[in-house]
């Protein structure tokens, strides 16, 4: 059982730089030889929960949406804490950005980035990030 906590929301300025992070506990990403699939979404104003990055501890990934590939980029910064940076932020990236895992589900990673987290079981709550003109 792992716990997800998210952190580093804020308010930044447009084409500024967010850095969130997602730490692990209960359990980590790496410590107990199982591998998790690990996701970032996000869900802005008037809009249903998107994916924004993946990947896995078993080796794939990092992968992305294609609409978030060009100013997302996901690494580990240790074992039990994921970064998220949103380059060159948006207004439109205003909104609650989650992180959530999952223990090698049979389907595999990639599908769940696409269907906007739909069956993913374990959720950090949420860190929003306000990005002004």
Known sequence: QVQLMESGGGSVQAGGTASLSCTASGATFFRYSRSFCLFWFRQVPGAEREGVAG?????????????MRDRFVVSFENYNTLRLQINSAKPEDTGVYYCAAEYEPP???????????????????????????
């Open 55 to 67: 990947t896995y501890t078993g080796g794939d990934g990092p992968y992305y949406a294609d609409s």
């Open 107 to 133: 389907t595999g990673c990639r599908p769940y980035l696409a269907n906007g987290g739909r069956g993913l079981s374990t959720w950090g709550p949420g860190t929003r990030v306000t990005v002004s003109s």
